[in-house]
């Protein structure tokens, strides 16, 4: 329900809801839209090999409803596995390990954030495309009612875990 744009690195340069996705989603983005562009790749600038290793640090900075701003950065780490046929064209194997950290007091309601994910992402090296990905993220925020500008009797916490699934799988 997501269309992203990226450059010829996989870096995301721009996404945002299609006309199909539910109006909730629609109100969440751009926070939504950032965070899962953050679940696509991030290629190297120089040719690798099988076994090869990389690392992508990406500031997040999420405009989330009612004005705040939650800050973090979404930390890839990518292994080259292997070749393999995938939709019948040779494909590069990437694995993806991502480490999501947010800063605390970035927010009117006190909050702790972390998250984690893995994946596969297959490359065709012939056309320069992502042929298929398939990538669960599950992040966990940690909400301090008690505190900040809302101030709940009682200092409630609220804990919210959600997962995302990305996965893609090119058609053409």
């Known amino acids: 329900e997501f269309v ?3 450059d010829s690195r996989g870096k995301v340069l721009e996404a945002g ?10 109100t969440l983005y751009p926070a939504l839209g950032q ?15 099988p076994g090869a290793r990389w690392q992508e640090t990406q500031p997040l900075n999420l405009a989330m409803p009612g004005g705040d701003v939650m800050k973090g950065s979404l930390i890839s ?6 070749w393999v046929r995938v939709n019948g064209r040779p494909a590069a194997e990437i694995g993806v390990q991502l480490t999501l950290s947010m800063v605390p007091g ?3 309601v006190p ?15 012939e056309e320069g495309i992502l042929v298929a990905s398939d990538i669960t993220f599950v992040s966990k925020g940690i909400y301090n009612l008690g505190g900040g500008q809302y101030n709940f009797a009682g200092g409630a916490i609220l804990e919210q875990t959600v997962e995302h699934r990305v996965t893609t799988d090119l058609v053409q």
């Open 111 to 125: 909050m702790e954030g972390k998250g984690s994910g893995a994946g596969y992402l297959y490359l065709s090296t």
């Open 106 to 108: 970035t927010m009117r």
């Open 77 to 82: 780490n990518y292994g080259f596995n292997r």
């Open 35 to 49: 965070a899962l562009a953050g679940l696509g790749a991030v290629f190297p600038a120089e040719p690798k090999a």
């Open 17 to 26: 809801p299609t006309d199909a996705a539910p109006t909730n989603v629609k």
């Open 4 to 6: 992203a744009r990226v």
